[in-house]
């Protein structure tokens, strides 16, 4: 029996695009990842090229371990900063390195557990009504950001910021719309140059760390009996293996929304087990380099959504180009310039995207509004979700999104199908 291929999207998984247009659609990925994958270390405290070289390694490695089947990359992970931050002032990187790696090690137990016993109980409890309004969350949660990063120059209202968000914007949306041919492919890519020239044109971009950036720069790597001797840090231990947790919920739900864009599902085809698998390795391999643990970006699910480039070799070649860029100063620096409303009018489209996926398996799922159990499950997913609420118990935190995806499957597990007052 031949492997399925989708043939509604313009380059299928298994896909190989021509080397030139290769080239193009992953430095796309690239550029579309790229202002996440180094806010975290700079928030934190670590070198940004580090955490450039460590999301290319880790994708690769997910790409391995899950055999080619996924088209997701991997970046530095948000969930951790708090956390990071705390163990960077008392501890220093070492700590945050054991803390990185302690996670990688709790994903492999997970997988393992799962590979025992099997995925079917998550069509139990992960059904439409629950991963519809997950899926919206995901790409609503970060709405909020991206608007304030749209409007806000150290913490004041900025019309140009504004203004820049806009245009960015709406060239993305003509350029989506309205070109075809291999350009039509790369609106995102598009959209991000001709903000940035916009940007250029407002006055707001900061020329100078490009001009004093060197072109090769090897990153400050932190690697264990090399440059700090390893020891044990039973704080980061605690502090982020909890943590692991969260970001699974949403590695489960990364995994949700590519299962709808690809026409699969790749809880039964790697498996989720090779999928957490994956995810762990590629946490560790980051720790031992000296970067930031990493889970798979919302924003470049956004970017298949859009243009139908579900190809790995894409994905492979912008894990490539990050690698690589980690040692080019001059490029790191440039794209590090990319200002924030840039980003944020590209995000607009990327966020929105995902979270209308999310609507669109309701509609063809047929879920039911007229029952109150499904109302119920999906006000409160969406409203805890995007709202923002987030537990909170000593050190240990659950993200907005991670409580409301456990909310939401308690309610489906706990409520009965119909309330009393339904016939």
């Not at 409890?125 to 749209?150: D, E, Q, R, T």
């Not at 969406?382 to 939401?408: D, E, N, P």
Request: net charge neutral; aromatic share 10%.
């Amino acid at each position: 029996m031949s492997e399925f291929h989708n043939d509604d999207v313009v380059l299928d998984i298994h896909d190989r695009p021509k080397p030139v247009h290769w080239v193009g659609l992953s430095i796309q990925h690239l550029f579309t990842m790229f202002g996440s994958t180094v806010l975290v270390p700079i928030l934190v405290g670590i070198n940004p090229s580090i955490a450039l070289v460590s999301s290319g390694l880790g994708t690769l490695v997910y790409l391995t371990v899950t055999k080619g089947k996924i088209p997701a990359y991997l970046g530095s992970s948000f969930a951790f900063i708090a956390a990071m931050t705390m163990l960077m002032k008392s501890d220093g990187y070492p700590a945050v390195a054991q803390g990185a790696i302690t996670c990688g090690i709790v994903y492999l137990i997970v997988s393992i557990i799962i590979r025992k016993i099997g995925s079917a109980w998550l069509d139990k409890i992960l059904p439409p009504i629950v991963v519809g309004p997950v899926i919206m969350v995901i790409g609503l949660g970060l709405a909020a950001n991206a608007a304030n990063n749209a409007m806000y120059h150290n913490d004041k209202y900025d019309f140009k910021y504004v203004a820049v968000a806009l245009i960015t914007l709406a060239l993305t949306i003509i350029f989506n719309m309205f070109l075809k041919g291999f350009i039509g492919l790369i609106p995102i890519l598009l959209g991000i140059v001709g903000g940035y020239i916009t940007a250029m044109l407002f006055g707001i971009i900061d020329y100078q760390p490009i001009i004093d950036a060197n072109w090769f720069a090897l990153p400050a790597f932190e690697i264990p009996f090399v440059n700090y001797q390893p020891s044990l840090h039973l704080n980061a231990i605690t502090i982020m293996a909890p943590i692991a947790f969260v970001t699974m919920t949403e590695h489960i739900g990364h995994l949700m929304v590519l299962n709808k864009l690809t026409k699969r599902n790749f809880f039964d085809d790697p498996g989720l087990d090779r999928t957490l698998l994956g995810d762990g390795l590629a946490q560790i391999v980051a720790g031992l380099v000296g970067g930031p643990p990493v889970t798979s970006y919302g924003e470049n699910i956004g970017v298949l959504a859009i243009t139908k480039v579900h190809s790995v070799f894409v994905i492979g070649g912008a894990a490539v180009f990050a690698v690589g860029l980690g040692f080019v100063g001059k490029l790191s620096a440039l794209i590090l310039s990319i200002p924030n409303p840039v980003i944020s009018g590209i995000s607009f489209i990327l966020f929105g995207v995902i979270a209308a996926s999310g609507l669109k398996l309701l509609i063809e799922n047929k879920v039911d509004f007229d029952r109150k159990k499904n109302l119920l499950i999906a006000s409160t997913i969406l409203v805890i979700g995007i709202g923002g609420l987030v537990f909170q118990a000593g050190t240990f935190t659950l993200s907005a999104m991670a409580l409301a995806t456990v909310l939401g499957i308690f309610l489906n597990l706990v409520l009965p199908e119909k309330a009393l007052s339904e016939k």
